[in-house]
């Protein structure tokens, strides 16, 4: 005891006591930079990694959809300063013809085209889901008219539609039926550039079927099978219910393409094509937007339609969510 008290109070240390821990050394100023630059790095680079993605968004994005909503509160003429208007632009648009003929225009073009390409889409993932001797070849032979360029099939189809020539007119001319005019007349015009887009896509919205088809177990077809359901009632019954996402999918991705629509009309119509005809017969909304704006020069009035394209997307997004709740809701409940 007396050893201890006198090694606490400054004494020479007992030998029986244990020996004193050395206090650590603190590490150099470098040790202690790498350390800080460690847990930086650990925390900012997965933020570092994704910021290309971001600022390219927002540099090709984000700044030109901001940029043209200004612009369409203001009345901006190429190559002369902007003019605040506020609302004056969209009242413009609520109380033109040539606005509400494009809108009508997309509609109608839209409908025409989406329907039969999607019906056809689903009859052709259908039969290429069969055992089909070369399904591999026809499953890549489809996607064919997707990779074909635009203006290429707008101008072959467009000699094929054309009045006085063309080989459609000269089929039904054989027929017994006469000549249609398909460049000037309202309906026959959007039925051709409907065919376009219709040629175009059906095989890319195939596929996209096919895929969802795949996933389908092959437990309900037998089920169905042994209930003695046909490869009809199968279809009906298992098939599309299955892949009833994947058909609301396409329904959206679709109608979205069509209200867009631009290369076909514009190449379809020649000279007469960025005024969708010589009566704007097939004017679409797009249409409109670049003749309002480099045609014309109207570039506030070319932004608020812009803004009103992007309206009806968002329109047709929110549907598509509330549709998915109810179906939810409905299978929850």
Not at 126 to 133: E, M, P, W, Y
Not at 296 to 308: D, E, M, N, P, R
């Amino acid at each position: 005891m007396a050893t201890s008290v006198s090694a606490r109070d400054g004494g020479p240390p007992s030998p029986d006591a244990p020996p004193s821990r050395p206090e650590p050394a603190r590490p150099p100023n470098a040790a202690r930079r790498r350390g800080r630059l460690h847990r930086w790095d650990v925390k900012a680079a997965p933020y570092l990694f994704v910021s290309p993605f971001f600022l390219t968004f927002a540099a090709f994005g984000l700044f030109p959809l901001l940029y043209t909503g200004w612009l369409s509160l203001n009345r901006v003429e190429l190559g002369g300063d902007p003019q605040w208007k506020g609302l004056e632009n969209y009242t413009d648009l609520a109380t033109s013809e040539f606005f509400w003929n494009a809108l009508l225009n997309t509609f109608t073009i839209g409908v025409i085209s989406t329907v039969p390409q999607l019906m056809m889409a689903l009859g052709l993932a259908q039969l290429l889901n069969t055992k089909l001797r070369g399904r591999g070849f026809f499953r890549v032979a489809v996607l064919a008219p997707y990779a074909t360029s635009i203006a290429a099939a707008t101008l072959v189809f467009a000699q094929l539609f054309n009045t006085d020539y063309g080989l459609i007119n000269s089929a039904l001319g054989w027929a017994g039926l006469g000549p249609v005019d398909w460049e000037s007349s309202k309906w026959p015009a959007q039925i051709a550039i409907s065919v376009i887009v219709i040629w175009r896509w059906t095989g890319y919205n195939a596929l996209i079927y096919l895929a969802a088809m795949q996933a389908v177990p092959h437990d309900l077809y037998e089920a169905a099978a042994l209930d003695g359901a046909t490869r009809w009632r199968q279809f009906v019954s298992v098939t599309i219910p299955s892949i009833r996402p994947t058909i609301l999918f396409t329904i959206v991705v679709s109608t979205i393409g069509s209200t867009q629509l631009f290369g076909e009309p514009m190449l379809y119509g020649g000279s007469l094509g960025i005024s969708g005809g010589s009566g704007n017969q097939y004017q679409t909304l797009s249409l409109l937007m670049y003749e309002k704006g480099w045609v014309t020069g109207a570039l506030g009035q070319a932004s608020a339609i812009a803004w009103v394209m992007l309206l009806l997307l968002l329109l047709l997004g929110a549907g598509r969510v509330l549709v998915a709740r109810a179906r939810r809701t409905k299978l929850e409940g």
